[in-house]
DNA sequence: TATTGTTATACTCTATAACTATA
DNA sequence: TATAGTTATAGAGTATAACAATA
């Protein structure tokens, strides 16, 4: 075992820290996949419509912002347009290309979507006061700051 | 629309809160994925052997920690089995009960994954000082507190 | 009767490899 | 040759329904 330096790091356990992220997390996931369900949607699904809610994108482009394969990419649109929430449509710049958007109704189940993502995230924070809710904003800021 | 009340709650946009924790829960499970994946596991195994490494646990009990139905436990339970992580043992209490405990494999697995949760997880929180550090730690044991 | 665990079945999600069409 | 997308295939993960054994 190596002594502890005197460094700005050894304030606290580190790993109270990696815990508490990790909990906070998975009672996050929970949230996204109960509210995906009261919809009858998976939490891939929810993250499809997430990404297409500002942006049409091509079928590589799903791929990175998803970091899954290309291929599948094909069958969780596939899946989506059979249920009527996005669209495919040839790329007008290349012909290889297949753009894709949302629907209608999947802008208005993106609505109610995040209403109830919004409210069980905020009811996670419940125990939180205004103040602390404002520094743990900041502070996740920080730490999500880099994560494109 | 109805006017603001001038309650404690008025501070700042919810919605910042929001995205922040979802975007940050996802950069975490993608840590755990990523780890997992190095080890050739997939989360839910992760959580498996995350949930076995306090506590030698029912099937039934690990459905409940896991919020899954009991029959895909079995299948959880089975692959992991064959992958020499887990054994099955009759219940003494209870002759219909099969109770689940890890294998010594699975726990020198465990230390190198937690490891690998540690540093990934540290990673993300770089661009916090120490004392930022303490203080998300303390807001996020708020958080978490009520979940079991 | 109720509970524990399993099986059968079906679907979603994901990856790898091979293919077509376009660049 | 390289890239975009699809298909075929395989496996993990999950749920529902039906079942056997035990409580």
């Known amino acids: 075992m190596t002594p502890a330096e005197p460094d700005q790091d050894a304030t606290t356990d580190p790993g109270r820290l990696v815990d508490a992220l990790v909990q906070t997390s998975f009672a996050v996931q929970q949230v996204l996949a109960d509210a995906a369900a009261e919809h009858d949607l998976s939490l891939a699904q929810l993250r499809l419509l997430g990404i297409l809610r500002d942006r049409t994108a091509a079928m590589s482009e799903l791929a ?85």
């Open 64 to 148: 990175r912002h998803l970091g899954l394969d290309r291929s599948s990419i094909t069958g969780l649109v596939s899946r989506a347009e059979r249920r009527g929430l996005v669209r495919r449509t040839p790329s007008p710049d290349d012909g290889r290309g297949v753009l894709v958007e949302l629907t209608a109704e999947a802008r208005s189940l993106g609505v109610a979507l995040e209403r109830d993502v919004g409210r069980g995230v905020v009811a996670l924070a419940a125990g939180l006061g205004a103040t602390e809710r404002d520094r743990l904003t900041a502070l996740l800021e920080l730490v999500v700051e880099r994560t494109y």
